[in-house]
């Protein structure tokens, strides 16, 4: 089983929709959570970080944690087509200092 | 603050050519790390340090070599060049966030 699972898509959205970005993770003692988000090209770029159980939102993104299902997720609201990237899931436990990433979901904003 | 930056942003190597990935960062972070990135893939490990003068191997160690003698710097040194390290390489300096620097691409023909 890998460390942290995501669909790698591609995920197409229309335009003005909601966009829902799924990540598992297999470390149940895992406790910080990172959204980044990937231009083709370009590299990863931090957009969201989560450490409890819960809704976390900025602006037009929420990050959703839930521990006791090892689950993560980010909800993008009103989808332009700029946020057509690959999202990565990244994980880490107490106590280590490396991230671990999933292989990324690729998401397409439909215009 | 330039916060992670790496030097070439594009190179090609001739196979069993060595050269060095140059990552910096200002921003006084302890880890740093070196990730390739292959087509179509996600981000692998390769080396990470927690700070001057320690480094540790990640999941994809073989053909590199790393060193941290600054809190800064952060060098990538491949000896012997082969094509399967034809590649994107990204440094990342972290506290509790990991910030990226803009890539390499790395040609191996």
């Known amino acids: 089983q890998k460390e942290v699972e995501q669909n790698s898509g591609p995920l197409s959205v229309p335009e003005g929709a909601i966009a829902s970005l799924n990540c598992t993770y297999s470390?149940?003692?895992?406790?910080?959570f990172f959204w980044y988000r990937q231009y083709s090209g370009k590299s990863p770029e931090l957009i969201m970080s989560?450490?409890?159980?819960g809704d976390k939102e900025d602006g037009r993104f929420t990050a959703q944690l839930n521990k006791a299902s090892q689950y993560v997720s980010l909800l993008i609201r009103d989808s332009q087509p700029s946020d057509s990237a690959t999202y990565l899931c990244?994980?880490?436990?107490?106590?280590?200092?490396?991230?671990?990433f999933g292989t990324g979901t690729r998401l397409t904003i439909i215009p | 603050n330039a916060g992670v930056t790496q030097t070439p942003k594009f190179r090609i190597l001739k196979i069993g050519q060595s050269m060095t990935l140059q990552c910096t960062q200002d921003?006084?972070?302890?880890?740093m790390y070196w990730y390739r990135q292959d087509p179509g893939m996600g981000l692998k490990l390769i080396y990470y340090?927690?700070?001057?003068?320690?480094?540790d191997k990640g999941e994809v160690p073989n053909g590199y070599n790393v060193s941290r003698s600054t809190t800064e710097d952060f060098p990538l040194r491949l000896e012997l060049a082969a094509p399967s390290q034809t590649s994107v390489y990204f440094c990342?300096?972290?506290?509790?966030?990991?910030?990226f620097g803009p890539g390499t691409r790395l040609l191996v023909l």
């Open positions: 990342a300096s972290s506290k509790e966030v990991s910030y």
């Open positions: 470390d149940r003692g895992s406790q910080s």
């Open positions: 989560i450490y409890s159980n």
């Open positions: 990244a994980v880490r436990s107490p106590g280590n200092e490396k991230l671990t």
């Open positions: 921003m006084n972070h302890n880890y």
């Open positions: 340090s927690v700070g001057a003068g320690i480094t």
